[in-house]
Every structure is written in C-alpha cells, then in structure tokens.
C-alpha cells in the first residue's frame, strides 16, 4: 500500500486548505483513515479519523467545528478539509491507513503512511 498526501501550503491564519491522500491498492474501500500532524519539535499527533464507509468520524478537540474529514471511496481518495486555519495548526499532515474498518486515534493502530504534506499558517 502506498499512500499519497498532497495539497498542503501556506495560507494566512484564518484561511482555509484541502489536503488529498490517494491511496493504491484495491482494499482501500475496507479499512479506516486517519489524519496525523507533527509540528516541529513535537510528537507526531492525532487529528481526525475515519472509518471504512465514511459515517463515522472521529475528531480531535484541536480539529472539531474548523476540520471536516471524508473520503470517496470510488477514488481511493480521503480528504481533510481545513478551515478557519490557526498558526498552532502548522506542522506536516500525514495520512495514514489502518487494517481494520473501524476508527482509532491511536498511531500504532495505523499501519501505512504517507510521506506527509507541509502547512503552514503564518501572516
């Protein structure tokens, strides 16, 4: 399984970001997707998960109201939509892929990653 991340950047505080992550492979559709970022310094963390069929999400307090996560399984594709960015969300987003179709928040639950995608949020 390979994972691709893309669509990080820079935006202004307050602005908005929508990251990609393709995955190859055929049992995509079959396991949950999870969202992670590591800011620098820092331990890598959890932000939002998403369970084989798309209905359930799981947020971290960091990403609930302002992060929106989903995933098109046709597309072997999950999304995470960023909006009302801060500074403090600056750090590199991976995106990582369980074999299990539920959620979990916990990285060692996750056995594929991507390489990871760079936002920055600053003015």
């Known amino acids: 399984v390979q994972l691709q991340a893309s669509g990080g950047g820079l935006v202004q505080p307050g602005g908005s970001l929508r990251l990609s992550c393709t995955a190859s492979?055929?049992?995509?559709?079959?396991?949950?997707m999870g969202w992670f970022r590591q800011a620098p310094g820092k331990e890598r963390e959890f932000v939002v998960a998403?369970?084989?069929?798309?209905?359930?999400?799981y947020y971290a307090d960091s990403a609930k109201g302002r992060f929106t996560i989903s995933r098109d399984n046709a597309k072997n594709t999950v999304y995470l939509q960023m909006n009302s960015l801060k500074p403090e969300d600056t750090a590199v987003y991976y995106c990582?892929?369980?074999?299990?179709?539920?959620?979990?928040?916990?990285?060692?639950?996750?056995?594929?990653w991507g390489q990871g995608t760079l936002v920055t949020v600053s003015s």
């Open positions: 990582a892929q369980r074999i299990n179709p539920s959620i979990s928040s916990d990285i060692r639950d996750y056995a594929y």
């Open positions: 492979g055929r049992t995509f559709s079959s396991y949950a």
């Open positions: 998403i369970n084989w069929s798309g209905d359930m999400p």
